[in-house]
C-alpha cells in the first residue's frame, strides 16, 4: 500500500476519529475498528491504483480488494432497477459462508454512464494487519494438492451441496470457475458469481472439472475421486442428492481416522438491566462437559419471549424437552445414522418442545402478546459433523483459525427481506421492525413452524458459539472473537474463562438483555489412512425425493415491534409483494415452501428436489417425447397423483403410516383456516411396506420421532386425511405417473373421501 495517510475512522457516531490502519481500536474511544475488506467486481484490469481512495472512502489494497476507511457509514446502494440483477446474491444469503454478500455500489466517476461497481463483503483474504497486505486465499486446484484426504472430500462436499441452490438461481458456473471458487481453511468460499449463459451447466461438466483434480488426490481417496467423476461425467450420477450420498459415505469412511474431543460450557446472565431471566442453557450454567468420557456432548441456547408472562418457563421447557428426545437419538450407533433422517429427527425434536409450550399457552389461554414462547439454537456434535438447529435470532458462530462465520440466519424481518430479493442486508437491517421475528417456538402448532437445520464437516480444530441476542447484538462476536475466542484454538485460554469474558462484554458492551452463551470447543486428531476407499454409487430411484426442511412462510406471529434490544414476534402481516423464482437454505439455511403454504404473501414459489423445484422446469433443447412426465411436487398435488412416505407419519389415535407406505390423492381440501395458506390432501392407502428391518440388508437402522405405541395403519382400502405439513414435515417421495406402484397395479373399487375435518 502506497498511501500512509490513510486512516480508519471510528465508526462510533459520537467519536468518529481517525485512527491507524494497523489499530485494532479506537485510540479515543476504544470503540472496536472494524476492516471491511471488499471485493469490487469489474471488467477493467484493475479498480484503481494501490493507495488511491475512491469516492472519499475505499482504499484500493489490491487490483480489486479495497478496506472501507469509514465503516461507521451506510454504502451507496444499488438502484431499484440495478437490484433486480443483483438478487442470486440476496436470495442465496442462507449460503453466505460460501457465497460473498451485497455491501453496496461504487459510482464510477464518469457520472454521466450512471454505471455502478458491485461491491462483495467478506472476500476470503489472507490478511497481514500490521503492515495491511492482504492476498487472495488460494485456488481450490492450487490448495488441492497440499490438502489431507478428509478436506478433498469435504471441498467436494461442499461444492455437491451448493450445485442445486446455484443452478436454480442461474449461477452453477461459479462452481466451474477455477478463478473465483477459492478455499479458506476447510471452506469453499466463491468471489464472486459467474452467471451460466444460454445452456446453463450440469453434472456431466462438475465431472470433467473434477476430473482434473485426481492427479494430486491424497492416495486414500485418488480411486474414489475418479470413480465419482467418471460417474457424473456417464449420468451415472445424475442428481446433487445422490452425489451428496456418494460423498457422505466417502466421508464416513475416513472419518473412522479422525478422533475428536469435545468440551462445552456454558455461561447465563440477567444482565444489568432485567429484574428476570428468561434465556436457559443446557449444560446448566457453568457446568463443563466434556466428550468422551461422555457419551453425548449437547449445547443448546434458548432466549425466553413473553416477560413477566413467562419467557422463562418456554426456554426452561424447551431445553427439558429437546435434551429428552436427543438422548434418545444419539444411542443409535453412529454408523447406523442416516444424516437426512438425523436433521429431521432434530427438527422433530423442535416441533415437540414447540407443541408443548403451544398447548400450554392454549390451556392458559394465551393470546396474542400474552403467550410465552422462546427462540432456540443447539449444537450436536457426531463424529466428524456437527449439527446445528435453530429457530429465531439466537446464533451460532463457527470460528476457526482463518475466520469467524455466522452459520445461522435470524429468522427476522430482515433476513425475509434479502431472500426475497428486496433490499440488501445491512440497508434491511435498518428499516422499521427489522430484528422483529418472523417465527419463534411456542407461537402456534408445529404445523406453522420451520426449523433451520445444517451441518458441517470438521477437518481442523474449531469453536462453535451459541449465543442470545445479549451478546450478538450490535456485532459484538464479530468484533471481540479475534481477541476472545480464538485464543482458545491457540492454546492461549480456556473455555471457561472466555465464557466469563463474553458475558462481562455483553453486560458492558449492550447491557439492554439476559445473555446466555455456549461454547462448544472441537479438537481433532487426523492421521491419513493407509486403505483405499471404495465411491459406493446408489441405485437411482423413480421417485423424486423432496426435501422440505424449509423455512417458514414468514407469516409472523405477534403484534409488536423488537424494543428495547428484546426479542419480539410481529404480527401476521406482510407487505402484498410476488416472487415467481426459489429461495434458497440448506445445510444448513434452506427457504423453500410449497405454492400453498406461502399464502397471502408470496405466490408462485415451488418446491424442488434437494432442495428446490424450479417454478418453471428447464425445458428440452426439443421435447419431442410427449410421453416425458413433468416433474412433479407437492406444490402441485392432483387427483390421481401417488405417493411414497420416506419416514412413518403419525396420524393421531395412536396410528401411524409407517415409512414406505404408497398412498393415492383422492383429493385436495382447502384449511379451515384460509390465512395459513395450508391444505389437507385426502388419500388412499394403497400398501404399506414393513417396518422392520430385514436381518439380509445392508441399510443401516435409522430413528424417526413418532408418537409412543402407534399402531401401523392396515395396509389396503383406508383412506386418511393428511394436512400438507405432515407431508412436509416428514418428507415423500412424489411419484412419476409411469412408475410402477401398487396404487397401478391393483384393481380399486372406487373409495369415498373422508368428511372435512382438521387432521390430526
Sequence with gaps: MENDAATLHCPNESCQAANPLTHKFCQRCSTPLPKNYLWAVVDSPSVGSPGQILADRYLVLDKFVLLDTKPGLLAQTPELDNLQSLKPYLRLIPYRLHVPQVYGVLPLAD??????????????????????????????????????????????????????????EGVASSLLDSHVLRVEGSLVRLLELRFDTATPPELPQLGEFWRQLVTYAKPAVAEFVEHVSLSLIQGEIHSSEQLITVLDRGLAQLGRSQTPTIKIITKTDTGPSRQRNEDACSPPSGTLVSKPPQPTALAIVCDGIGGHEGGNVASNLAIETIQHQVQQLTKVPYDHIDPSLLLNDLENAVSIANDKISQRNDGENRQGRQRMGTTLVMALPVAHEMYITHVGDSRAYWITRHGCYQVTLDDDVASREVRLGYAIYREAVLQSAAGSLVQALGMGPSSSLHPTSGRFMLDEDAVFLLTSDGLSDFDRVEEYWETEILPILLGETNIVNVADRLVEIANTKNGHDNVTVALVHYQVQYWEPEITIKAVIPDSHSAKTVDFASKAADTTLLDSPKQNHKTQVIPEKEPVKTSSLPLQWIVPLIFVIAAGALGFFVKQLRSPSDPFVSSNPTPTQKSTIEATPAPRSLANLSRGWVIQTNNPIPLGNNQLLPRGTFLEVIEKKSNPNPASGNFSVSMRVCANKSTSTPANTNNPAVTTSVPPNSKPLPGTEKTVLVDLSQLNRFKVSVLQSDVPNPCRTVTQPPVNPPPDASPT
Design 111 to 168: 457520472a454521466s454512464s450512471h454505471q455502478e461497481i458491485l461491491l462483495l463483503e467478506k472476500p476470503p483474504l489472507l490478511v497481514d494487519d500490521t503492515i495491511q497486505q492482504v492476498h487472495l486465499c488460494s485456488e481450490l486446484i492450487t490448495a488441492w494438492r497440499d490438502a489431507t484426504s478428509m478436506r478433498q472430500l469435504n471441498w467436494l462436499w461442499q461444492i455437491a451441496h451448493l450445485w442445486q441452490p446455484l443452478a436454480s
